[in-house]
Structures are given as C-alpha cells and as structure tokens.
C-alpha cells in the first residue's frame, strides 16, 4: 500500500553551534510509511559511521521487507509481524555496527540510539534503544511516547531523582542501551493506533536538551499548517538555545485513515472474523 | 571532578576532590573530611556521588546541616552550593565546569554497570568504580572535536528584547498584544497565517500558510523569514499592523 499521500514527512538534521561533525542519521519513506532516526557516538567520528550504518541498513532491508506483498498481509498476528521483523533487521543491523567497530581500531566502541517508526493499518508500531524520542501532538495534547534508556531516566523512575533535579544533573547523555556495543541488543518496540491530524516527533536529544517539551509542543501547535517551517524552527530554537549538540527531527502527519487493504491473503483473517 | 573548598570566617583552609562514592564529613578522625570542632558532630553528614552527580544527607547531627541558608535532610547539590556546619563553610564545585573540551560536553555515551564513563582520578576508590575494561576493547583516544564558529550567533543585546504588535485597522484596531513568547501567531488558521518568531538578536516574521504572503512595510515577503525593525507596518489577511519595540 503506498502511503505518500497518507503520511506527509519532512526531515531535518544540524550539527549544531558546537560540533564540527553530525553524528546524527535519518531516513524516512513516506510511501512505506517509514522513519528512521540515530544518534551515533564513539571517538573521532565513529559516530558518524554507527548511526549512518543503522539508518542506510534498516531502511534498506526494509523496503526491500516491505514491498513484499506478504510481509504487510495482515491476519491474527499481524501486528506480530512487523515487530518480529523489525527485531530481527535491528538485530542485524547491531550486528553490523558490531563486527566493523571490533574490526577496526579506529571504530572500536562506537554506538548509536534509534528511534524507529512503521505506519501501518491505522497503527504505526515504535522501536526505540537509548535517549532518542518519539512524541506524539494530538488535538492539543503533546506528549512524550518513548521513554528513554538513560542512567537519568532509571533515577527518575526508581524515586532517587525528581524530573526537575533531572534537569539539572552533571549525568545527562548515559544511556543504558545502544546499538552496535554488544553482540546482541534488546529494543522496545510498541504498536499505537493513530488518528488522523496526529503530528509525531522523532528527535534526537539534541533537541529536547536545549529545548522545553513545553515549548516544542507549542511550536508543532502553532505551526502544524506548514510542517516543513515547524522543523526549520525546532532546529533553529535548538540552535539559538546553545546548540551543543547535534539536533535531528522527523515530523510525520497522518493526513487521513490508512486502514490495511485485505488483499489475497485476507480471506483466512476474513474468514476468522466472520466467526468472531 | 568535582570539589569542596573548606573555609571558615572567610579563610580558605582546603580543598577536596570527591572522589568516592561516599565523602563523610564529622568531628571523629575516621571520617574523610574531619573537622576537629564540638560544635560538629561525630558523624555528621555524608556526601553520595553518582558519577557527576551529588547528593549531601545530613546524619542526623547535633546541629544540622545548612546549603545557602536552609537546613536541610538530604539535598541534590549544584554547582556553587554552600554547605554549612557551624561556623565552618564547604563550597561545592561541579565537575561539568571544569571540562576541558566543550565539545565533549552534551556527548552521549554508553554506560555499563559498574563502569565510569570518564577515566578514574588519582586515588582511584572503591567497589562501584570496579575496573569492568579487561574484557573490552581499548577505549578510542579521545575525539579531536574542536568547536568550529558556524554562522556566529551575534552578541546578546544587552537589553531583554521586547517587542509588540498593535493592530492598525478591522475590527480589533487600537488592540495591543505583547510579543512574550518565542512563536506568536497572527491570522485566521486555513486562511492566512504568519508567525513572528522570538530570536536572541531580534523577532522575524515567517509565512506559514495561505495562498497570499503578508507584505511588511508595502513589499510582499517571500516563504523566507524577514527581520522585524521597530515601527514595520505588517499586513496580513486584510488587516494591517505595526511592529514596534518597547524601550
């Protein structure tokens, strides 16, 4: 199903006022309904290396993936599917990043976070390992969806710190999991049903260290008409905020329902809900 | 790492690396910082560091444990912090602000239990810094990452900018609206609509949608964003207004 006039997409990344480098990766495939983003990290530029090597391998097998009419049948386990299928291409993605940091002195270490989203039959199925986010606008609610893999993030959740002491920790920037720094990784996955006008954010923590959820969520509120001129703005607030690091976004709206056609494959999940 | 300075009526007596996990401080000669006065008590506060962070806990002395004034049970230390106990004054001094490279600050990195992010000082302490390495890879050299100037950001005005928008004609005419936040809108939405954006150095005024562009001072914008200077006459959706700046 080609889904380019469903989704609209716009991408943007900026290594920032500080950086020489970006060590920060998208991709994103409005008629796939796919976006990518990574934060990559190591010495010299390795960085640059892991989160490129991440974004170009997952997209690719994933098209490849999902221009087979089979792999999108949707039947009692469809969902299931799409998540299997992203463990397994991030699992082989880790274990590319895997193999060159360990054969290579210069790459050894290296690492990126990923934050993934798959649109899909009015669903759009989110992977994520380390502090990369997804947020998601709907109506005027703006909220957090990923909850980070961070040192900080484990603090908050176990009571020794407050969201607000957070904020001011020397400790920010530890994630607890990345791809590419061992032999196996575990991502989170999770499946959303969306709605139409629903505006979603992948970003790299370049933009939510220099800039307040509050006011990220204001901008995509004030701007949602021109999605194009909302990304500039994140990146340039991220920017006129200080800019230390490098900011990546992704901005996807669902321009209207997007329900999975039945197809020939269809009739045994038809059949079954016949019986329901 | 970070650092206590130890001073008294003013005096600087010394400094402190915190380098362990936990920094007792008390009037008994087994604590790591030992102050030799009644009116501190034997055991009378600790401090527990995670990584770059600090936590102060007052045990439960005597005569308390103070930070810039307020008594305090346990406290979340930032950089500047002044404990007191009794007449005797510890400044706390974050690691952050003595890093070297400012590009290394804000760097994500990975962090595995057990193991420090950045390389152990002299002195290297105890069980939670237990070297984990053997079995990994030698870590890189550090990047050279120097910070590069890209598109200088320009000086920050000495005044905070303060800009306003009042309106010059239609319905509204006469009605003032201070432009406070970073984005304000102006126009009907799905009609035509145009943001002013709230820079460090100045405002802009931005298309953001409709089939006609405003016009600022007479002249249509393109999709790029314009500077705003005091007394522009914007029009926008028929109705006319003027940017000026307060003082």
Known sequence: MDLSQVLEIVSRTDPGMVRA?????????????MAILADGMGGYNAG???SGMVTTLLGSELEKAFKQPETRLIDQDGRQQ???????????????VYQAA???PQYAGM???????????????????????LYRLRGEEFSQVTRDHSLLQEQIDNGMLTVEQARTSQNKNLVTRAVGVDPSVESEIHEYATLPGDIYLLCSDGLNDMVEDEEIGMTLQMLSANLALAATQLVQMANDNGGRDNVSVILVRVKREFPAPQGLGGWLARLLAWFK | MAKLTLSMDGMMLKEIPLIKERTTIGRKPHNDIQIDNLAISGEHAVIV?????????DLESTNGTNVNGQPIKKHFLQNGDVIELGKYRLKYRSEALQQTSQADFERTMIIRPGMMPKSPGPGDAKAAMNDTQA???????????????????????????????????????????ELTKTLSTLGKPGVQVAVITRRPHGYFITHVEGATFPAVNGKQLDSQAHPLHDHDIIELAGIKMEFFLKD
């Open chain 1, 48 to 50: 640059e290396v892991a």
């Open chain 2, 49 to 57: 560091a995670i990584l770059n962070d600090a936590f102060l806990e």
């Open chain 1, 21 to 33: 480098h970006n060590e920060d990766a998208v991709y994103a495939n409005s008629g796939l309904g």
């Open chain 1, 102 to 104: 360990q054969s290579q």
């Open chain 2, 135 to 177: 079995g990994m890879p030698p870590p890189p050299l550090p990047a050279v990452d120097r910070p590069i100037a890209r598109d200088p950001v320009p000086e920050p005005p000495a005044a905070v900018l303060r800009g306003a928008i009042q309106i010059l004609s239609g319905a509204n005419a006469g009605k003032e609206m």
């Open chain 1, 111 to 133: 690492g990126t976070t990923l934050v993934m989203a798959v649109f899909y039959d009015n669903a759009i199925t989110v992977a994520h390992i380390g502090d990369s986010r």
């Open chain 1, 82 to 96: 799409t998540r299997s299928l992203l463990e397994a291409e991030i699992s082989r993605a880790n274990n590319a």
